[in-house]
């Protein structure tokens, strides 16, 4: 009708209809957000590049929505995290420091809570969460004990983990299971829950279970390190072992008239950075 036409500065050119100023202002939003995406997932792949290139080591709380993932990230770094009773609570990928006891610093990253049949036009939009679970060095998959449904979020994960892996050519990630809410769970019942060896169980409300979980993290981290001997120029030794003691075990630190040696339990990341420095190679 004539009624739905019109034309105007700004808003419906001549004889355009609602329909039509509708779907040209759809598109332009829908541009508009993809390029907002690429923006942040250029940003994102910069920041984790830099975190990479730092031999830190990188955790990833992933698993199903809901769960307590920020919860626990909150609990373990002490972080104010957004954690809702909600789906998609955490939708950008936030990324925190540990200090562990004896392994040094790692960094935990709280990632979107996975979903049976995610929609493929969400993927995208989760880029930047999901490329953190699969370049992880550890993934920390967190799973509801008290929920009845919890071999189901289980196997909805493993799916889309093994799916994430495949498309992006990326080779499979030690995992540790961590079966939170146990506070809601009656003890006996636990074991039951699943058969798997690489399982902790926590309450990230109450902090039940969360010293064996930082000690297992510990573990994991520390599987991959190797003793090894570094020797660095006098000049710039102070710097490297700055780094050293923040991303490694710093066993011992000897000056010399032709350079710094300096004995570290280290994993291949730092091993491969500082390799024309290796003067040693030790055992596990």
Do not use: W
């Not at 954690?83 to 950008?92: I, M, N, Q, V, Y």
């Not at 990630?173 to 079966?179: A, G, S």
């Not at 120029?233 to 072992?241: D, K, S, T, V």
């Amino acid at each position: 009708s004539l009624s739905r036409l019109g034309g105007g500065i700004g808003t419906r050119g001549p004889g355009e209809s609602k329909l039509e100023t509708d779907r040209r202002h759809i598109k332009r939003r829908i541009a508009y957000l993809e390029e907002a995406l690429r923006e942040m997932d250029e940003t994102r792949s910069i920041q984790r590049s830099a975190r990479r290139s730092s031999g830190i080591p990188q955790i990833a709380i992933a698993g199903y929505t809901n769960v307590g993932k920020s919860t626990l990230l909150n609990h373990l770094t002490h972080a104010n995290i957004l954690s809702e009773d909600k789906l998609f609570a955490t939708l950008d990928p936030t990324t925190r420091r540990l200090k562990l006891p004896t392994a040094g610093e790692v960094v935990l990253t709280d990632t979107v809570g996975f979903i049976q049949h995610l929609p493929h036009h969400l993927v995208e939009a989760f880029k930047s969460t999901l490329d953190e679970v699969v370049l992880a060095d550890l993934i920390l998959i967190i799973l509801d004990a008290s929920n009845p449904e919890v071999d189901h979020q289980l196997s909805v994960t493993e799916q889309i983990l093994s799916a994430l892996y495949a498309k992006r050519k990326a080779e499979p990630r030690p995992m540790l299971y961590v079966f939170n809410k146990c506070d809601r769970v009656e003890k006996k019942m636990l074991p039951l829950l699943t058969p798997r060896a690489d399982t902790v169980y926590i309450s990230a409300v109450t902090g039940e279970g969360i010293d064996t979980l930082i000690a297992r993290i510990e573990k994991a981290v520390s599987e991959c390190k190797k003793e090894v001997v570094f020797k660095f120029p006098n000049a710039f030794g102070g710097g490297y072992l700055n780094r050293l003691y923040k991303t490694s075990t710093v066993v011992s630190c000897d000056y010399a008239s032709d350079g710094m040696l300096i004995r570290v339990i280290a994993d291949e990341k730092i091993r491969s950075m500082y390799k024309e420095f290796l003067v040693e190679k030790g055992g596990n």
